[in-house]
């Protein structure tokens, strides 16, 4: 009788799970898989700003959803990767960390919240690493947030690597320490599913570029 109730209890939980990804918001959905179409065609800052614009605009309208901000860091996170201007670099990703924590307070304890996060932090560190250096164990501890809450988020393992593999080797980084962590990036990006068609799904090639440079 207890494995029949049990049995039960998981079909009905199934169930649920189905009727609500069937029951998502379509015009919500859209408007994010138009947003990521913009960053799947993104070639430089700009077009990263652009979508950026795009997602903030969903996040004005679905207030109660976290997608919209998350993207919206992840947007800004790249325009400063792909601008040379220190300034400009500082000011998209104070901005970034702004709509990480909106997302944040959407959606608590969220895997891949902590791990842009960690990202941006790093980055941050990055642009003044002397009077910044702090930032170094901030990132460290958003990171190891992630991996707690989800050991298998691939992007965890992917942005530490990332992080180790530019850090001067003087500094305790270089492509020999990177390696493990890029290695256990690709393994779990090959069985990563994403909740649906509009959860973060990013990263994978960039694992297997980067770990291809440390062999």
């Given at each position: ?11 009905f ?11 998502a ?8 898989k138009?947003?990521?179409?913009l960053?799947?065609n ?7 700003l652009k979508?950026?614009?795009q ?9 109660k959803?976290?997608l ?20 400009l ?6 901005k970034?960390?702004?709509e990480?924590?909106?997302?944040d ?22 642009v ?7 930032l ?20 965890t393992?992917?942005i530490?690597?990332?992080d180790i593999?530019y ?19 690709v393994?779990k990006?090959a069985?990563?599913k994403?909740?649906n068609t ?7 090639e960039?694992a ?8």
């Amino acid at each position: 009788m207890k494995t029949l109730m049990q049995s039960i209890t998981l079909l009905f939980v199934l169930i649920s799970l189905n009727s609500l990804a069937q029951n998502a918001d379509p015009k919500f959905t859209k408007a994010i898989k138009s947003g990521l179409e913009l960053i799947a065609n993104a070639k430089g800052a700009e077009d990263y700003l652009k979508a950026e614009n795009q997602f903030e605009r969903i996040a004005a309208v679905e207030t109660k959803e976290w997608l919209p901000s998350y993207y919206a860091a992840y947007c800004h996170l790249y325009a400063g990767y792909m601008t040379a201007d220190k300034e400009l670099k500082d000011q998209y990703w104070d901005k970034a960390l702004l709509e990480i924590d909106k997302a944040d307070a959407l959606s608590a304890n969220n895997s891949e919240i902590y791990a842009l996060r960690g990202a941006l932090q790093f980055m941050k560190m990055s642009v003044d690493p002397r009077a910044r250096m702090y930032l170094m164990g901030e990132s460290a501890e958003s990171l190891q947030k992630a991996a707690t809450l989800n050991p298998e988020n691939p992007r965890t393992d992917l942005i530490r690597g990332q992080d180790i593999f530019y850090t001067p080797e003087a500094f305790g980084g270089g492509k020999a320490k990177a390696k493990s962590l890029l290695e256990s990036a690709v393994a779990k990006f090959a069985i990563f599913k994403p909740a649906n068609t509009i959860d973060p799904n990013w990263g994978a090639e960039s694992a297997k570029t980067l770990l291809a440079q440390c062999k």
